[in-house]
DNA sequence: AATAGGTACCGTGTTTTCACGGTTTTTTGG
DNA sequence: CCAAAAAACCGTGAAAACACGGTACCTATT
């Protein structure tokens, strides 16, 4: 089986990375790009002037509105658009939040040209790509599932109040000044804090600001 | 004047991007990609095996050599090859220190494709390519050079050690743990961190790794 | 031999961060 | 409407981080 006239649009804040993208998929028989989108937002408007694609490829760090927030709204309102995420980073968190957001696969930014050949056509044919990497990933999840208190049960409850507290965090204030910023008390913030540690199983505020770039909370 | 037969070869950890780069470089007039590295010293080795490239595209952030220590050895040893830095972050640091390299100009990877390609002309025609990002961030280092202890003098006189512990220094060690690590003492520590915070004008730990993110100190 | 610069080291004191074990208030669901 | 989450808040103490102002030693230059 042969694929055909696959319609591919991609969100990649990167011009340089997503033009090369577009030039190779443009370059491979059966798939055409029909837009180019500098961010989630950017993505959903072209979505209505240009047209729906049958596959997304989207990069979860993007500015205004990341990848997670892209796939979800996808998945809401065009639930045949097939999702493959393409990240710069490996991380368990960033794999199961993207795909419970509705991706379909997820790859790397470094993978090679062939295998990301393979990764387009299996979305569109078996519906997925679960690479040995998501596998691994998802396989060590579900060991740790029956821990204690672990990550995995929690992970993607991260609120909004929470999310602009990581934002925060990962700047040189202190939290007293974060507290006054967010109109909380210092207590507040410390229960944020310490509720984070252990949901991330980190325990600095250093720890805290390393997940939140591999996640795509900050763009640094 | 139209340039032609301009061999090109890239550096970058980013297969994606990095292939994507060499499909649109290649589809412009007069311009050849001969090799694609992983890394500096990837690229180093191909240099010796494949030929000697007219212009190198160097990332800034690549594991095991980085895009700094590359280009610092290829002005050392083939002063020829015209190079274009590539990178993620627009910081005056990340730029002073790769011009300081030897770069002959510092484009970013969201870049037009259209100012891409001028970028190249340039390089290859004029000898350098100073965009308006770069020069603003020089006219502002310039404008700050006589206040008093302005980081841009010691910018760039980051040690091996201050280096390494500025890497430590982006895990979730403490400083008491940093200096067993290092056979130094605390006191030694904390004068690195003193002394750091007075060069690159911060304030606190999560400054410093925000620092080190943006300049390809660690890569996370 | 004096000077300067870099590296390693140190003491003291303050502020911030982190850990622990709570209470009150607001939302939410049966 | 009432119980159970959850969100916000709090006190205390210990540990870590940060600020400041130093000393000792080594090397290179003049």
Request: charged share 25%; net charge negative.
């Amino acid at each position: 089986m042969q694929v055909s006239n696959i319609r591919v649009a991609i969100a990649d804040d990167h011009k340089l990375l997503r033009n090369g993208l577009a030039t190779h998929i443009r370059s491979l028989d059966g798939y055409s790009v029909i837009f180019e989108a500098d961010h989630g937002k950017d993505f959903v408007e072209k979505l209505l002037s240009v047209g729906i694609p049958d596959l997304a490829l989207l990069d979860i760090n993007m500015p205004v509105m990341d990848g997670y927030e892209t796939s979800m709204y996808l998945k809401n309102n065009y639930p045949d658009i097939k999702i493959l995420a393409l990240s710069m980073y490996d991380n368990e968190e960033a794999i199961i939040r993207m795909l419970k957001s509705g991706a379909k696969g997820y790859i790397l930014k470094d993978i090679e040209p062939v295998e990301f050949k393979i990764a387009l056509d299996s979305v569109i044919m078996k519906g997925f790509f679960y690479s040995e990497l998501v596998t691994n990933k998802l396989v060590h999840a579900i060991n740790t599932l029956d821990e204690p208190d672990h990550k995995v049960r929690n992970l993607l409850a991260l609120n909004d109040r929470e999310i602009e507290f990581i934002k925060l965090a990962c700047t040189e204030m202190t939290y007293k000044e974060i507290a006054d910023k967010m109109f909380l008390s210092v207590r507040t913030i410390d229960g944020y804090r310490d509720d984070l540690f252990e949901k991330l199983n980190i325990k600095t505020r250093v720890g805290l600001v390393l997940y939140a770039i591999k996640n795509g909370i900050v763009t640094i």
